[in-house]
């Protein structure tokens, strides 16, 4: 499976970027889709994710402001992200499982395939 993630780019603090995310290879063997984020000296952490029961998790520094979609009949999914703020600035990565457990969501090894990350900087 290889996954490319699009739409990042400089905004001002307060805009709305939207970045999507594109599967392809064998699809079929993705249930879960989300996105992860890492700012310089930080560890990855995540931003929000669909899993395979249509369950959603944000992270509680995204809620209200962001929304994760996603239409695995096509193969994408989407990150809606409002009110931007400059502590949101970081490379985002979109994430794909087969089998993410509830209870590892959190965790970025939970996830078997990456995409190579888009820039999204928030200028104060």
């Known amino acids: 499976v290889q996954l490319q993630a699009s739409g990042g780019g400089l905004v001002q603090t307060g805009e709305s970027l939207t970045l999507s995310c594109v599967a392809s290879?064998?699809?079929?063997?993705?249930?879960?889709m989300g996105w992860y984020r890492q700012a310089p000296g930080r560890e990855r952490e995540l931003v929000a994710v669909?899993?395979?029961?249509?369950?959603?998790n944000y992270s509680d520094s995204v809620k209200g402001r962001f929304t994760i979609s996603g239409d695995i009949a096509k193969n994408t999914w989407n990150l809606q992200m409002n009110s931007l703020k400059p502590e949101d600035t970081a490379v985002y990565y979109c994430?794909?499982?087969?089998?993410?457990?509830?209870?590892?969501?959190?965790?970025?090894?939970?996830?078997?395939?990456w995409g190579p990350g888009t820039q999204v900087t928030v200028s104060s």
């Open positions: 994430a794909a499982g087969k089998a993410v457990a509830a209870l590892r969501v959190m965790l970025p090894r939970a996830y078997d395939f």
């Open positions: 290879g064998s699809i079929l063997s993705i249930n879960d």
């Open positions: 669909i899993l395979g029961d249509d369950s959603i």
